[in-house]
C-alpha cells in the first residue's frame, strides 16, 4: 500500500484502496503477513486442510494456513512462529525441522497480500487440531505421491483446491534434492 493509495472502504480486516492511476486492491489491516506450511510425515504423508471459506460458498481444500500479527499485542510476531503456531491450531501437529520455501504474491492483480510459504518436517502430534473456535477445519493426510489424483477427486466433487499446495510440493522437492536425495522416494 501507498501512502498516494485513497481508501475507498475500511472494513474491519480489509480495506479497500485506489492508486493515483485507478487501480483498486484490497489490503490486509489487522495483519503483517499470511503464512502456509507444507507439513510432511514420516511416511511421507501431507497434511491437507478442508474448510468451507464464505468468498467461494463451498470447501476449500489448502495447506495449513493463517495470518501474522494478527493477534493484539503480538502485532511484531515473526513469521515462524505464525507458520508453528498456524501449523498446531489447525492440525494439533508441531514440527522439528522448518525450511522457509519461498515468499510470493497471492492474487497480485487483487491484493498486496504476501504468502510466506514453509516446509515442515519431524511431526509430532500434540493435539486434535481443527483450527479455533468456529473455523471447523478436517485434516487429510494423503501421500505426497498421491496429492495431484486425491486433489482433482475432491474437484470433481465440488471442492475447489488451493494452488499453493503444488508451488510448495514443488519448492520442497527442490530443497529436498539439494539436501535429502531420499525425501521423494
Known amino acids: 500500500m501507498a501512502d498516494s493509495d485513497e481508501v475507498i472502504h475500511q472494513g474491519r ?16 489491516s489487522n495483519a503483517k503477513g499470511c503464512v502456509a506450511v507444507l507439513a510432511m510425515t514420516d511416511d ?61 504474491t497471492s492474487s497480485a492483480g487483487m491484493t498486496d497480500e504476501v504468502v510466506s510459504l514453509f516446509f515442515a518436517t519431524g511431526l509430532t502430534k500434540m493435539s486434535e487440531g481443527g483450527g479455533v473456535v468456529g473455523e ?24 475447489r483446491v488451493d494452488f499453493k499446495i503444488f508451488a510448495a510440493l514443488h519448492l520442497a522437492r527442490t530443497v529436498s534434492q539439494s539436501t535429502e536425495s531420499k525425501l521423494w522416494y
Request: proline fraction near 5%; aromatic fraction near 8%; charged fraction near 30%.
Open 13 to 28: 480486516f480489509l480495506t479497500y484502496l485506489r492508486t493515483a492511476r485507478g487501480w483498486e486492491y484490497v489490503s490486509r
Open 44 to 104: 511421507k504423508r501431507i497434511l491437507l486442510t478442508e474448510q468451507f471459506r464464505p468468498p467461494l460458498g463451498r470447501a476449500v481444500i489448502e495447506l495449513p494456513a493463517g495470518l501474522a500479527g494478527d493477534i493484539p499485542l503480538q502485532e511484531d510476531e515473526p513469521l515462524l512462529v505464525a507458520a508453528k503456531r498456524e501449523l498446531k491450531e489447525e492440525t494439533g501437529y508441531v514440527a522439528k525441522n522448518w525450511t522457509m520455501l519461498l515468499t510470493g
Open 136 to 159: 471447523n477445519i478436517k485434516v487429510h493426510y494423503v501421500h505426497q505421491s498421491d496429492v495431484t489424483k486425491w486433489c482433482r477427486d475432491r474437484q470433481a466433487e465440488g471442492m
